[in-house]
């Protein structure tokens, strides 16, 4: 399956920002590998106003194309992996 992330994380510039589903809510949000920062939106990334991952215990799941493409990820530069 398709992987998708948006660039590099603006807390720790080294990991990258992996896109997940949260299954409560749908939400589409960038995940980063490295620091766990989360951003729910491309607004959040370059104000660099992430939330703690760790602290939200709900599930995620791997975001499809389809999925992405309904939220406020569609118009932003995503990366495949
Ligand atoms: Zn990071």
Do not use: K
């Not at 994380?9 to 490295?34: A, I, K, M, Q, W």
């Not at 939106?41 to 799941?61: C, M, R, W």
Request: proline share 2%; hydrophobic share 25%.
């Amino acid at each position: 399956m398709t992987q998708f992330h948006a660039g590099n994380c603006p807390s720790c510039h080294n990991g990258r920002l992996f896109l997940f589903r949260e299954s409560d809510t749908g939400d589409v949000y960038g995940h980063c590998e490295e620091c766990e920062q989360g951003y729910r939106s491309p607004g959040d990334i370059e104000s660099n106003s992430g939330f703690l991952t760790l602290l939200n215990d709900s599930d995620a799941e791997w975001a499809t194309e389809d999925e992405i493409s309904r939220t406020v990820w569609a118009n932003y530069q995503l990366f495949e992996t």
